[in-house]
Structures are given as structure tokens and as C-alpha cells.
């Protein structure tokens, strides 16, 4: 197993499924690792849980719920009062939304949780990480991304919203975030990858519509990965030495393939990266994108 001794890592999602299980094994790895949750009691006790199967002492949690930009704003306050560096950080925190949902910030649900909420984070605590260099930044994105369309005049999907639509879109926008993101960081010492972890029987099919659950719950039981295995690609890109030096990849079962062709469109990239920093507050100039009803 590879190495993270002493280094600080900041795990999202890490209450439930994929998230829980890359705790376990980052945490064994020797890290100082920060989970994040959004419920005291489950994070607290998805906290004692890691500790007790890692053996680790070094486990500690903090609180965020990725629908508001104000609790992201106060994860990364929290974050820094308490933490001088940082190695490595894991976005990984995303769900489905079975009906149309706009957050406290007037932004549907699915696009402000999956992806709004890294790029939030990731931003708010970019500084930390080229200040630990070499350092390294996780992101959970799916094979779903491939099925997704783009419509930035309608990104909250006022005119027709679906469950997959969303999730998908959000999805292929990890992937966007993470090759901008990685061509931005060039020559920082940061590098940014993102991955797919397998079709996984985790809470996230529990927010499917009611009508497929039973046959989803047969059909998991058979043939969906565990989320242990899953996990196994999120504590690759975060510790193995083969990927030390690769940024901007998108990794299914340990391996960089090619993303969809939406996916790797430099000028896409961009355009959403200008569009999420309006959505959240980090640039004032106009950026054209309508995420919500507003
Ligand atoms: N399962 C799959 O087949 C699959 C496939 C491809 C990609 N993924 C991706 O894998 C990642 C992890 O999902 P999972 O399958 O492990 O699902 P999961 O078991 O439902 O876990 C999701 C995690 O994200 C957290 N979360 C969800 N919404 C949040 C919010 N608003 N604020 C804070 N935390 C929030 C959950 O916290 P709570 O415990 O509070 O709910 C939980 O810790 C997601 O990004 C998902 O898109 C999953």
C-alpha cells in the first residue's frame, strides 16, 4: 500500500458508500485525514467507524452541506483555523434528485451539489494546496458524464427536468472542472484528476423513483461493484507514484481513458469555469448561463 504518512487530506462525502470506504483505506495510509459530512451523527459516527477498521487515531470531521455556498464558505474557514496545509483533497460528495430542487442559492440541486460544490471547495482551498506541493486533488466524476448534453442557457434544466439529465450533466462537469482546472495549475506542483468508480452499490440509487428500487435492489445485489472496490481508483490517483506527475485524466479501473468528445472541449471548459465562478461568487464579470430559475 502506498504512502500518505503525515499527509492532510480533506475527504468529501466520506459519511456513506465510496467516500466511506476510501476513508478506511486513506486513513490506514497513514493520512491526517479530515472527513466531511453533512449530519453530526452520522458524520461523527462514519468518523469512529474509520478509526476503529483503520486503527488510525489521526480521523477527525467536519461539517458541510454541499447545497449551500454559505456552509462551503465556512467548511474552508473551519478548515484553514485549523489546518496550515494541505496534501491531498477528495471531492467526492454528489447524489441524485428524483424531482427538480433549487438550493438556498436559487441553483438546481443536482448541478450545485455535484459540481458546484467542488469547484466551490477546490477554489476556496487552492492557495493551501500549492502551498503543500506537491500536491494532489481527487475528483469523483462518472462514466455518465458520456450521455450528457450541455445547454447553457438552461443549465437547471427549467424546460424538462430528469433525474439522469441532471446527474449526468453535472457529471461531465467534473470532468470539464478538472481539465480546466489541471490546465490552470500547469507548473504549481498540484496536479487534478478525476475518475470513474464503477457502477456501485451505494445510498445514491436509494434517491432512485420509487417504481425501479425493488429491481435495482435485485439487480445491485448481482452485478453492481462494492463499494470498497470502488474506492480503489480514488486511493490510486491519491497515493501511487505512477500517476505522480499526470493531471487533467480521467481514470476508470485504474487506467486514463479518453472522456466524451463534449468533455474535452477546451473552449466548453471554459466557458463553465467562468459560468461556476459567477454561480459562486468568486468573479463579478458577467458570464453568460443560466443554472436556475433566476
Ligand atoms: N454509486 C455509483 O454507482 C456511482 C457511479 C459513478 C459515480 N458515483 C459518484 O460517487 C460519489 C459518491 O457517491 P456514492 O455512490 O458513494 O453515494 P452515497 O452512498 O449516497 O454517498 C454519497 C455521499 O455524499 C454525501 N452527500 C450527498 N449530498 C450531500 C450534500 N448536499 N452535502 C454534503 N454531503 C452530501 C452523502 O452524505 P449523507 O451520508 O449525508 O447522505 C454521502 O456521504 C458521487 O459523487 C457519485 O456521483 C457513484
Redo the contacts with the bound molecule.
Sequence with gaps: MADLMGKTVLL????????LEAAVTLARMGAKLVMI???PK?TESAAADVKRRSGSEQVSWLL????SQASIRRLADQFRAQHDRLDLLVD????VHDRRTLTEDGIEATFA??HLGYFLLTNLLLDLLKKSAPARIVM?A?Q?HRAATLDFDDLGFEKGYGILKAYNRS?LANVLFTRELAERLKGSGVTVNCL?????A???WSRAPWFVRPVLGVVAKLFFTS?KKASETITYLAASDEVANVTGGYFEHNREVKPSRLARDPQVAKRLWEVSERLTGLATAPATGNAASA
Excluded at 467526492?92 to 447524489?95: P, T, Y
Excluded at 470513474?196 to 456501485?200: E, R, S
Design positions: 468529501t462525502g466520506a459519511t456513506n458508500g465510496i467516500g459530512g453533512r449530519d452520522r458541510c452541506d454541499f447545497a467526492n460528495a454528489g447524489g451539489v455535484n469523483t462518472s455518465a457529471k470513474h468508480p464503477g457502477v456501485v451505494t445510498g445514491i463499494p
